[in-house]
């Protein structure tokens, strides 16, 4: 389960476990600047195994126009420890920059469209911290047949404040 590829960006609390054990292992997209813009990555917990793709944007535009706080989205789609493991060798057997959002590859370019097509709710809070919101969760399966990767949208469940898979 260990990849060396995993990058040092701050840790997020597991789907699954809860714990503050995750890095990132692919980066999907990355536009904008630092007023404005959005990305999508993938991070694996340490502990246990499970995934999630983070969805973010953001907006600082209207932090100059008297308003004192910028629009700041984000969403998740958790995965199940053996749908994060498929997505991750996945990512390393086709992929030449799993962690850079600029890569040309077709993987990188698939993997953010299919996530740009998932639903999207966002949740207005603090990021890397899905379990401190309300409201529902993405369960996102991994689906891979004949070399190509699908993001299925297994189900939305409230959350109860209980291990999510």
């Known amino acids: 389960m260990t990849n060396v590829l995993w990058g040092a960006s701050s840790a997020m609390h597991c ?3 809860k714990k503050e054990n995750t890095r990132r292992a692919g980066w999907f997209a990355l536009t904008g600047n630092s007023l404005a ?3 999508i990555d993938f991070h694996r917990c340490l502990e246990c195994g499970a995934g999630q793709i983070e969805r973010a944007s953001h907006d ?3 932090a100059f126009d008297d308003d004192p706080d910028p629009t700041r989205d984000w969403d998740w789609y958790s995965l199940t420890p053996a749908d994060a493991e498929a997505l991750d060798r996945h990512l390393l057997a086709h ?3 799993p962690l850079d959002p600029a890569c040309p590859c077709a993987l990188h370019a698939d993997l953010e ?3 740009r097509s998932l639903p ?3 949740w207005p809070g603090s990021p890397g911290d ?3 919101r309300s409201g529902y969760v993405h369960h996102t399966r991994v689906v891979i047949a004949d070399g190509t990767v699908r993001l299925v949208r297994a189900c939305a ?3 109860s404040g209980d291990a999510l898979l």
Do not use: I, W
Request: aromatic letters at 12%; proline letters at 17%.
């Open 15 to 17: 789907p699954a476990c």
């Open 37 to 39: 813009g959005s990305s």
């Open 60 to 62: 600082y535009f209207g």
């Open 95 to 97: 992929c030449p920059a």
């Open 113 to 115: 469209k299919q996530v």
């Open 120 to 122: 999207f709710a966002p």
């Open 130 to 132: 899905p379990l401190a």
């Open 157 to 159: 469940d409230r959350h």
